[in-house]
Each structure stands twice: as C-alpha cells, then as structure tokens.
C-alpha cells in the first residue's frame, strides 16, 4: 500500500504567524493561521482537514459495506464536525460527531443503521482516532 505525504509549514510567531498546508501529491495547498483555527479568521485549519479525511473515509467504508450487504447507494453524504477543546492540559480534539444521509434504494433503515455503525468502527480514519469519542448520526432518505 502506498504511503500518503502532506505538509505543515509555518512562519513567524503563534499568534502573528501563517502557514500553508500541502496536501498529497496532488500539491493542493490551504492556508491557515491562528485566527482561521482559534477564531473566524479566513483558511482553514488542521481540524477541518481532519474532519474531511474522516467524512471521506467514513463514505467510502460505508459504501463498502453497503455494496457487500448487495444494495447500490445513488449518494452518501456526511459532515464531521470536530470539537477542539482547551483544558488544563492544553488543547485536544474531544469529539468527533459524524453526520451521514444516504440515498439507497431498497434498504431498510435497520440495516443502513448496522451499515453506518460498522463504517465508524472500522474505517481507518475512526481507527486512528480511537482515543476521541466518535458519536454518529445516520439517517437513510426515502
């Protein structure tokens, strides 16, 4: 299996500095800065980066599952909003809430639930996140 490169880079203090990230080979590049991660400044941040790594991961796991259980799905949908907290220890991503829909035709919502619950456990994404609580709401559209 391949190994995925990105890039952190950073320039001048915490609070006063900026940065770019540069994501895979493609060289696909976002800024960020202590505003656009700590308050509404403009890019974005690791936390979002993250949260569209584990949207997609989660997708395609789902997809995955779906397609072994024998249905097709027309469209997956999720969200991840990742919670960034501060402590007495310091910063540390708390939570991880996933939001899914999914449009799969003849599919009852018993075993779209079972789908999306074995997605979460087992992409690599929510893997590597095991430390973080992880909830999950899935809905199947009609």
């Not at 080979?25 to 941040?45: I, L």
């Not at 997609?56 to 995955?64: D, E, N, Q, T």
């Not at 991880?96 to 919502?109: K, N, R, S, V």
């Amino acid at each position: 299996m391949p190994v995925r490169h990105s890039e952190g880079i950073w320039e001048g203090t915490l609070k006063n500095g900026r940065g770019k990230m540069r994501i895979g080979s493609s060289g696909f590049e976002v800024d960020y800065s202590f505003p656009s991660r700590f308050d509404s400044g403009s890019g974005t941040n690791p936390e979002e980066l993250l949260g569209a790594a584990h949207a997609g991961c989660f997708s395609m796991a789902l997809s995955l599952f779906i397609g072994e259980a024998g249905f097709t799905q027309n469209r997956i949908h999720t969200r991840a909003s990742v919670h960034l907290d501060k402590s007495e220890a310091g910063f540390a991503i708390s939570q991880i809430d996933l939001d899914t829909t999914a449009d799969i035709p003849g599919m009852d919502e018993q075993t779209f639930l079972e789908l999306a619950e074995k997605a979460k456990t087992n992409c690599p994404v929510s893997r590597a996140l095991s430390g973080v609580d992880i909830s999950l709401n899935a809905k199947l559209e009609p």
